[in-house]
């Protein structure tokens, strides 16, 4: 199965100068797990639930002010559309994130999470998690 087959199309985006009030609204209307940070096309960063929490509400920013480019993830992993769906499990686990964005010729055409990937293959769900579960909580 392929990326593409099970990915997100209808991604929602925002831009680096957008201020985190403006983006936690697209994010609430849309009900979505993160906003893709892009400019000129080109996917630069991604903001998700926990950026909000913690660079902007914890570090006692005004959401108001501050701009996505200040709290967003950047220098973030892309999958090719055409790739397998266990690559993208081996890119998710290697680097420990839920979301990655799916590209064609370096233009972001959709996303692709562990949900989706759980969804449409649940035997992948089983190694992605013990996966994760083993990293992420190492004594």
């Known amino acids: 199965m ?8 209808d991604i929602i985006t925002v ?3 957008d201020t985190v009030f403006d983006a936690c609204i697209k994010y609430r209307d849309k009900k979505i797990g993160c906003l893709l940070v892009v400019e000129n096309n080109n996917c630069i960063g991604i903001v998700t639930e926990r950026d909000f929490i913690e660079r902007t509400i914890c570090m006692h920013k005004n959401p ?8 967003m993830s950047s220098n973030i992993k892309k ?3 055409l790739e397998k769906v266990e690559t993208a499990v ?11 964005p799916v590209v064609i010729n370096d ?9 989706d990937i759980s969804r449409a293959r649940p035997d992948l769900t089983k190694r992605f998690i013990d996966s994760w579960v083993k990293t992420k909580w190492k004594d």
Do not use: Q
């Not at 108001?64 to 709290?71: H, P």
């Not at 233009?107 to 949900?115: E, L, P, S």
């Open 107 to 115: 233009k972001i055409v959709g996303i692709i999470t562990a949900t």
């Open 64 to 71: 108001e002010k501050t701009k996505i480019s200040e709290i």
């Open 90 to 100: 081996d890119v998710m686990k290697k680097h420990r994130i839920k979301k990655l």
């Open 15 to 17: 831009k680096p100068d």
């Open 2 to 9: 392929l990326v593409k087959e099970i990915m997100i199309n």
């Open 79 to 81: 999958i090719h559309s």
